[in-house]
């Protein structure tokens, strides 16, 4: 068990819909990323934040939205659902003294 | 931004043989250079790291090589077991709290 919790484990919704993935980082980790995987693909760097400011953007859609909490935690937000949006989101966290980043087990997202 | 290129894309080795996987970066400030382990639909797991300072890194069976002048790293397993088999990616990072910047990933299997 890395310490990241995503959930949900699995999200089936129709094209169109709107979803919210939700990360825990590890306790005291103040940064989280958030990573697109699709089928046979590698990691596609969507965004990450550091205590709660933005810190990073990579290839992320204008349909997508994050953020991340006082607590933080942060939400992945997904609209206009494509199917080719379908994939594995991971979200990874790592802390301000320790550079290693710990991936959550993903959740799956399959729009149909 | 940082770019890092991962080769070879499929590696398949006899079970006891090593296994080398190479990577290549091109911002001189990279400092940080970790590896992944993916197992089929699990999240990835750290195995090992190195940071700009040090040249190489072991750890039982597995290790890793810097080389900042020609800014490449090098992932070797020896001794390759069936468990083993899994797609690895290699990563770098520029300086703390940054985002990683990973490889495509390299699919490896280990034919028993």
């Known amino acids: 068990d890395s310490g990241v919790t995503q959930t949900p484990k699995h999200l089936i919704t129709a094209t169109g819909q709107r979803v919210t993935l939700r990360c825990s980082p590890r306790?005291?980790?103040?940064?989280v990323y958030w990573y697109q995987q699709s089928l046979d693909q590698g990691l596609q760097f969507l965004i990450q934040?550091?205590?709660?400011?933005?810190?990073a953007k990579g290839n992320i859609l204008e349909r997508f939205s994050a953020q991340q909490f006082p607590d933080l935690h942060s939400e992945l937000n997904l609209s206009s659902l494509e199917l080719g949006d379908s994939a594995l989101y991971f979200c990874?966290?790592?802390?301000?003294?320790?550079?290693?980043?710990?991936f959550g087990q993903g959740t799956r997202l399959t729009v149909v | 931004g940082e770019n890092v290129e991962q080769h070879p894309s499929t590696l398949s080795v006899q079970e006891g043989d090593s296994a080398v996987i190479k990577c290549t970066y091109s911002?001189?400030?990279?400092?940080?250079f970790p590896w992944y382990k993916q197992e089929l639909g699990k999240r990835p797991q750290l195995i090992i790291d190195?940071?700009?300072?040090?040249g190489e890194k072991k750890d039982q069976r597995i290790a890793v090589t810097l080389n900042k002048t020609a800014k490449h790293f090098s992932l070797h397993i020896t001794e390759t077991q069936p468990e083993d088999s899994a797609v690895y990616f290699c990563?770098?990072?520029?300086?703390?709290?940054?985002?990683?910047?990973f490889g495509t990933g390299t699919s490896l299997t280990v034919i028993p």
């Open positions: 990874a966290s790592s802390s301000r003294l320790n550079t290693e980043a710990f």
């Open positions: 306790s005291g980790d103040l940064s």
């Open positions: 934040y550091y205590n709660g400011e933005e810190r």
């Open positions: 911002d001189s400030a990279s400092n940080y």
């Open positions: 190195i940071r700009s300072n040090v």
């Open positions: 990563a770098a990072q520029i300086f703390t709290g940054n985002q990683f910047y």
